[in-house]
Structures are given as structure tokens and as C-alpha cells.
Nanobody, 122 residues
């Protein structure tokens, strides 16, 4: 199994940037499709981005603003978030072992980080 530890959340003004980090241990990140989800207050958890099969994927709401990347030497996945909007406010979760289905992305093995809070003020 893999353990995931997130960092990088915080408070930022609209238009600003943050970089989230997800440090993995137990297994190398190359063993899994990796990704990010978020959950805003009162809303269901939603897919944000994934790195799978050598390709990157993004929700329409973040496309062009967010970038997922990975550093295999550091066994870490990143989410660079630019041009942040108040509607990006959420708890962001790193996840491992993602699968794309006809209804969206699933975390097959239920490997999640603890979450990190991102708050974007107007």
C-alpha cells in the first residue's frame, strides 16, 4: 500500500497561485495513476486532475489554470494552481490508484491523503 502526505494549502487572494505537494511512501508513484480531488463546503467530492498512462487529465473547471506534475526522484506529485478563483475554495485531496470510468474518475483502492485546505478570497 501507499501512504500520501499533502502540504501547500493556505489562504490566497483571487488571481493568486499555490502549489500543492503530495509525498508518497510505501510504493513508488510510478506504480499508480495519481491525481487530485477536492471537496467544497456542502458539495460532493469532485475530480480535479490526474496523471495516468503518461497523460494528464483535468476537470473543465480548472483546465488552463491548474497543472499536475510528478517528480519520480522525490516520489512526489504536485498540483500547481494559478489564477485562483473563490470557487476553487475546497479541501484538496491527493489520491493513488485512479481509474477512469464512463461516469468519471474513481479511486479504486481508496488511497487518499489527509487533505489540505485551500481558501481563495475575493
Amino acid at each position: 500500500q501507499v501512504q500520501l502526505v499533502e502540504s501547500g494549502g493556505g489562504l490566497v487572494q483571487a488571481g493568486g497561485s499555490l502549489r500543492l505537494s503530495c509525498a508518497a511512501s510505501g510504493r513508488t508513484i510510478s506504480s499508480y495513476a495519481m491525481g487530485w480531488f477536492r471537496q467544497a463546503p456542502g458539495k460532493e467530492r469532485e475530480f480535479v486532475s490526474a496523471w495516468s498512462g503518461g497523460s494528464t487529465y483535468y476537470a473543465d473547471s480548472v483546465k488552463g489554470r491548474f497543472t499536475i506534475s510528478r517528480d519520480n526522484a522525490k516520489n512526489t506529485v504536485y498540483l500547481q494552481m494559478n489564477s485562483l478563483k473563490p470557487e476553487d475554495t475546497a479541501v484538496y485531496y491527493c489520491a493513488a490508484d485512479l481509474r477512469r470510468t464512463t461516469t468519471g474518475w474513481r479511486v479504486l483502492s481508496d488511497y487518499w491523503g489527509q487533505g489540505t485546505l485551500v481558501t481563495v478570497s475575493s
